[in-house]
């Protein structure tokens, strides 16, 4: 079952977090007067997982927004070149670094969920195109009853300052696409900020290396009946750097990926979907 649901309105981007992170110890603890707006408690023990490559000039403004309700952050790293790990232990000293078992997007994710040990599992990009501001947002549906969260700039309140022509109309095939094959109604699909209960991970089954991995949580989410929500969200610019995503390559693995996976397919073999 897929809806797209409405959430509060977006508050403005805070420029700086003075508050350290919340610990789980801290969870009876009453609001402290800084506590960001929107920051809301959550009755579960929250991973955030990041991975990153060469992303060391970006990871200060991401780690400064994260919200007080996240309980670990999960970095893991694609073998960078730059100051990524040095980076992410000066803002975060509580930072879990993990380095990754292979290449691809994919299999940064694959790492990162592996290791994580909170009740929900919040994924998002390290060159600050995601505001984790909006972290609470994704933990309020999933406080209430939904399986895994999904963020739409496609719908009211949410959108990108960043989709070229090209990648806004190949979203919006595969979207088409995927809304036919597994018959739903979603309005975004290569987006990467998601959020889900870690107790459905096996149910999602993840094999894919690449960007494509994203595409292969829907499906699988979809196929197994999870309760999904999509959430507004803003994209912004990546800070600084090149992007590492290939448009066009990328994008025939995400259609590759959305009829090996449609309903009464049969499944790739693990290695296949990762070599798409």
């Not at 919340?22 to 009876?28: A, E, L, P, V």
Request: glycine share 8%.
């Amino acid at each position: 079952m897929s809806t797209t649901m409405p959430s509060d309105p977006q508050q403005p981007h805070p420029t700086r977090n003075g508050m350290p992170m919340r610990r789980s110890t801290d969870r009876s603890a009453e609001p402290q007067p800084m506590r960001r707006a929107g920051d809301i408690p959550t009755r579960h023990t929250v991973s955030l997982v990041v991975p990153a490559h060469n992303e060391a000039r970006n990871i200060p403004w991401v780690f400064e927004q994260i919200p007080r309700c996240v309980d670990e952050v999960i970095l893991v790293d694609g073998s960078s070149s730059d100051a990524t790990l040095a980076m992410a232990r000066h803002c975060l000293p509580t930072v879990r670094n993990v380095q990754q078992t292979g290449p691809g997007k994919g299999n940064a994710l694959r790492t990162g969920f592996a290791a994580a040990t909170g009740e929900y599992i919040v994924m998002m990009d390290a060159d600050g195109s995601m505001w984790p501001g909006e972290i609470p947002h994704y933990l309020h549906f999933l406080d209430n009853g939904y399986d895994f969260v999904k963020g739409s700039r496609c719908i009211a309140g949410g959108g990108s300052l960043d989709l070229t022509r090209i990648r806004s109309l190949g979203n919006r095939a595969l979207i088409t696409v995927v809304n036919r094959l597994y018959h739903t109604m979603l309005t975004d699909l290569c987006y990467g900020y998601c959020a889900f209960r870690r107790s459905f991970l096996d149910e999602l089954r993840l094999r894919s290396s690449g960007f494509e991995i994203e595409a292969e949580m829907i499906a699988h989410a979809l196929r197994s009946g999870l309760r999904i929500a999509e959430v507004p969200s803003l994209e912004l610019p990546r800070r600084s750097g090149r992007s590492h995503l290939h448009a066009v390559s990328d994008g025939r693995r995400v259609l590759r990926t959305l009829i090996a996976e449609r309903p009464g397919a049969k499944s790739s073999a693990p290695a296949a979907v990762g070599e798409l």
